[in-house]
């Protein structure tokens, strides 16, 4: 919804070209190409700093996007650091099958956890470059954003006292829970939605990787993934019911389903260890177009959420970022607002290629599960494609890696 402009009685307006919502890989990388340009702007933060730099999220980031981030100076931990994967491993029927996109691509993945890419856009940001970002902000609002001085006010966390910025461009990257998105009127963009109908158990493990590789297990009880995050630490994913109680999930009832869902004749068993994490995520997706509105323009989950079937939702969040924070400065410094213009469009076009593959995968994932044994059938006679044909097994891998996608 839209709020007027703010109240006579908050504090003195400060002046900003770019008032950044959300401290997470978007905000971060619009944040760090607008401050190399010399342009000045502030990110709002409702956590602290030490819990975006800790929370459990995606690990896996494409090619195409470390090369962005390499391009404006921001991968150099993550080049040294970084797991390579360029194989991953299906499990169904009782059997294993190594699917090497490597070698049908010459791409691989990197396997660098979300925290820890934050805690490097934060550094390169606030600590070397100097930039503005203020967390544990409250009641963030966004204001007269049809006109060419839009606002964002927020509450100051110690004092109450409201604090208002003044720019030119807001940037909503303050994903799916955040203010951005409901501050545009009903009606005035379309959202796509698309509910899946299935939960994921997401888990993290205090257990070394049971496999080189990422598992993806496809199994009459559910989908069940394995997906390493570091030596010690690994992510299991356990289809079940939406809107499940994690509680439902014992300790034993976990390990008992990972090992059924997993196993494969000669499979080594599971690393197993203490669960430090229990959430049930329901898999569902939306799309907003177009991904502005007035002078506020969407990035990452904000405009678009895509379920971690294709562990998709970081690498979209990226490319957003490098289309935003290189539009807003050529208009900056170059006055160009080709950029500007055709920004939503730029990025909806991988927004929608990465959700049609997305729900390619819950058709393979979830089928076997869905009791339509005609779907079981034919969700197996898919699987068995990948492993006949090099054709139809690098059409997959190019879309697995995103080098399918118009950058």
Same mark, same amino acid.
């Given at each position: ?12 307006? %400060? ?30 933060? $409702? ?16 090619? #195409? +996007?470390?090369?962005? @981030? =390499? ?12 797991? @390579? ?10 059997? =294993?099958? *190594? ?17 820890? @890419? ?69 009606? *005035? ?10 939960? #994921?158990?997401?888990?993290?493990? %205090? ?9 993806? &297990? ?16 690994? =992510? ?12 439902? #999930? ?5 390990? /008992? %389903? ?20 229990? =959430? ?42 490098? @289309? ?7 208009? +900056? ?18 927004? #929608? ?14 089928? $076997?599960?869905? &009791?339509?044994?005609?779907?079981? &059938? /034919?969700?197996?006679?898919?699987? *068995?494609?990948?492993?006949?044909? *090099? ?17």
């Amino acid at each position: 919804m839209t709020h007027p402009s703010p109240h006579s009685n908050s504090g003195p307006e %400060e002046r900003r070209t770019v008032v950044v919502v959300g401290a997470g890989p978007a905000g971060l990388t619009v944040g760090n190409v607008l401050r190399a340009a010399g342009i000045d702007c502030v990110v709002l933060e $409702t956590e602290s700093r030490q819990f975006i730099e800790t929370r459990p999220r995606a690990g896996v980031i494409e090619e #195409w +996007v470390v090369r962005g @981030l =390499r391009q404006r100076g921001l991968a150099d931990n993550l080049l040294n650091r970084a797991q @390579l994967h360029s194989e991953c491993e299906f499990r169904f029927s009782g059997e =294993r099958f *190594r699917f090497d996109y490597g070698d049908l691509t010459g791409h691989h993945h990197y396997v660098y956890p979300q925290p820890l @890419l934050v805690t490097d856009l934060v550094r390169e940001y606030a600590d070397v470059r100097g930039g503005d970002i203020r967390f544990g902000v409250r009641d963030v609002t966004l204001h007269d954003l049809e006109t060419d001085r839009p606002a964002v006010s927020y509450a100051d966390p110690e004092s109450g006292r409201r604090h208002v910025l003044r720019c030119e461009f807001v940037a909503g990257c303050d994903g799916a829970r955040g203010v951005s998105r409901d501050a545009i009127p009903a009606g *005035r963009v379309r959202i796509g939605r698309q509910d899946y109908g299935v939960g #994921w158990l997401a888990l993290l493990a %205090e257990a070394p990787p049971s496999s080189d590789c990422v598992l993806f &297990g496809v199994h009459p009880n559910g989908f069940a993934g394995h997906m390493a995050r570091s030596p010690e630490v690994t =992510r299991y994913y356990l289809q079940c019911p939406p809107g499940d109680d994690p509680e439902n #999930w014992t300790h034993d009832r976990v390990w /008992t %389903e990972l090992h059924e869902r997993l196993g494969a004749a000669g499979a080594p068993p599971l690393n197993e260890g203490r669960l430090i994490e229990k =959430r049930v995520l329901d898999m569902h997706n939306y799309v907003v177009e177009p991904m502005m509105f007035g002078r506020l323009l969407l990035a990452g989950d904000a405009g678009h959420l895509t379920a971690p079937i294709a562990a998709k939702g970081m690498n979209l969040a990226l490319h957003d970022a490098f @289309l935003l924070g290189d539009a807003l400065t050529a208009h +900056v410094v170059e006055g160009d607002d080709s950029g500007l213009d055709g920004y939503s469009h730029a990025c909806l076009r991988r927004v #929608w290629d990465y959700q049609e593959f997305s729900q390619f995968l819950s058709g393979i994932y979830h089928g $076997t599960s869905s &009791g339509d044994p005609f779907l079981a &059938g /034919t969700t197996l006679a898919r699987m *068995r494609r990948l492993f006949t044909s *090099r054709a139809a097994a690098t059409a997959f891998a190019e879309q697995y890696l995103g080098s399918a996608a118009a950058f």
